[in-house]
């Protein structure tokens, strides 16, 4: 009976838990940028040009979670944490690995184990953000770069894919985490042409437009819990637009309170 007097109902929307990917300039940080009052923990020093709040940057990962508990008892009126990036927070992470194993490279720990042992860093950050987001009401972006990766498919011949630029074991445990997993792209048309003889050329003809791809397909990984449409521009406000809950205030209080977008 206890159990059935706890029993919930209805929705229940919290702050979004979103990672974006994608290739180098693209505007992933402008993206995170335009969240609601956004604090950037740095892990790379590429804001120069972006007009926003920053951590200094992030040395260690003793530094980065530091950041995360000064987010959490500090009196502030940030609704937004931003990571930026997750592949240069990995590289912090497998440096207290070495330091903890007293390695010179994660590599030269055996069996790849290096990389399990990472994992228990990546939870306890993962952990920080989730107090941010459960307690204090924080909105959640996690940047990252994207890489292309050989996927053995059982179903089909192998074929490379866009994938988030981290191990595949911290990238598994991210994306589980998050609520959605955005990957952020050039919108491109193929053309074919003849060149005679029976032959046909197909070129690339890119637009310059930015989008995000929402939903997993052959060429990249996604996800999203809002049913999203399969392609949207790379603008956090086309992003805002999915949720369910309302976007804040400024004047609405951060403390203990849903931050939302």
């Not at 993962?126 to 994207?146: E, F, P, Q, S």
Request: hydrophobic share 35%; with cysteine; proline share 5%.
């Amino acid at each position: 009976m206890q159990l059935l007097q706890q029993v919930q109902s209805g929705r229940r929307p919290a702050p979004r838990r979103v990672m974006l990917y994608g290739t180098h300039g693209i505007g992933k940080s402008t993206f995170g940028a335009m969240a609601p009052r956004p604090i950037f923990i740095q892990t790379e020093d590429g804001l120069g040009e972006i007009d926003c709040d920053r951590f200094p940057l992030t040395q260690s990962f003793d530094e980065a979670m530091q950041a995360l508990s000064e987010l959490y008892t500090a009196e502030h009126d940030y609704r937004t944490a931003v990571v930026d990036s997750l592949d240069w927070l990995e590289r912090l992470i497998h440096a207290e690995v070495c330091r903890q194993r007293s390695v010179k490279n994660i590599d030269d720990i055996g069996y790849s184990k290096g990389y399990s042992f990472a994992l228990t860093q990546w939870r306890e950050f993962l952990i920080g953000l989730d107090a941010l987001r459960g307690d204090r009401g924080m909105t959640i972006v996690l940047l990252a770069h994207a890489r292309i990766e050989r996927f053995e498919n059982p179903e089909t011949e192998t074929y490379d894919r866009y994938v988030p630029r981290l191990h595949k074991l911290a990238s598994g445990l991210i994306q589980e985490w998050c609520d959605e997993v955005l990957f952020a792209t050039y919108k491109v048309h193929t053309k074919q042409t003849d060149e005679g003889f029976d032959r046909t050329r197909t070129r690339g003809i890119g637009t310059g437009d930015r989008i995000m791809r929402t939903t997993e397909r052959p060429a990249h990984v996604a996800k999203n819990r809002l049913n999203m449409p399969e392609e949207l521009p790379l603008d956090w406000n086309e992003y805002a637009r999915s949720f369910t809950h309302s976007i804040p205030t400024e004047g609405d209080s951060t403390h203990g309170e849903p931050a939302g977008v």
